[in-house]
T-cell receptor, first 116, second 115 residues
Framework: AQTVTQSQPEMSVQEAETVTLSCTYD???????LFWYKQPPSRQMILVIR??????QNATENRFSVNFQKAAKSFSLKISDSQLGDAAMYFC?????????????FGAGTRLTVKP | NAGVTQTPKFQVLKTGQSMTLQCAQD?????MYWYRQDPGMGLRLIYY???????DKGEVPNGYNVSRLNKREFSLRLESAAPSQTSVYFC??????????????FGPGTRLTVL
């Protein structure tokens, strides 16, 4: 089964600066989706960014961008110009591209603190 | 457009009691999911339903049952609650299939405590 590893339980960043959250995964599949979800104290899971493995171009969404290294099975999230509202738990997730495989695997999460 | 809604938000049970967590989505998605989230761990899939009338086990199905009542609703039942089932439960939905974005949309969660 696929596994997702987030090696940084906690990270801290100064407001307006840049921070990178790490994620690695293990799979034998060639096609898949990768996601970053944000979970603020409200507990709601909010999609931050999504990457299809067959796309070479790294996904970007405003201040959020990813560094997708398929050969290294690495999927890091970069948050630029960090804001106080970015403080949350961040989860990396993997989903197979197979039509009949609905199993999404999550990492254990990284707690991001933003200092004013 | 409410997205994914869950009831209740909080629940306390005694060991051995039963209860049903309710989930509904108004995005016309085919697929729905139930996850649990425990401290220090990511979400783990309990059950999912790829389409109305079908359900399948996920990573941690023991002690749970599900019902896909219709396209909108997907319930999770604990027949005899155990302290190990103390957790936060999330329902999610997505559109799955060729050409879909396959993004899961989550409800606000239910915090369940079993004493």
């Amino acid at each position: 089964a696929q596994t997702v590893t987030q090696s940084q339980p906690e990270m801290s960043v100064q407001e307006a600066e840049t921070v990178t959250l790490s994620c690695t995964y293990d799979t034998s599949e060639s096609d898949y989706y990768l996601f970053w979800y944000k979970q603020p104290p409200s507990r709601q899971m909010i999609l931050v960014i999504r990457q299809e493995a067959y796309k070479q171009q790294n996904a970007t969404e405003n201040r959020f961008s990813v560094n997708f290294q398929k050969a290294a099975k690495s999927f890091s999230l970069k948050i630029s110009d960090s804001q106080l509202g970015d403080a949350a738990m961040y989860f990396c997730a993997y989903r197979s591209y197979l039509y009949n495989n609905n199993d999404m695997r999550f990492g254990a999460g990284t707690r991001l603190t933003v200092k004013p | 457009n409410a997205g994914v809604t869950q009831t209740p938000k909080f629940q306390v049970l005694k060991t051995g009691q039963s209860m049903t967590l309710q989930c509904a989505q108004d995005m016309n998605h085919n697929s729905m999911y139930w996850y649990r989230q425990d401290p220090g761990m990511g979400l783990r899939l309990i059950y999912y339903s790829a389409s109305e009338g079908t359900t399948d086990k996920g990573e941690v199905p023991n002690g749970y049952n599900v019902s896909r009542l219709n396209k909108r609703e997907f319930s999770l039942r604990l027949e005899s609650a155990a302290p190990s089932q103390t957790s936060v439960y999330f329902c999610a939905s997505s559109e799955v299939g060729w050409g879909s974005t396959d993004t899961q949309y989550f409800g606000p969660g239910t915090r369940l405590t079993v004493l």
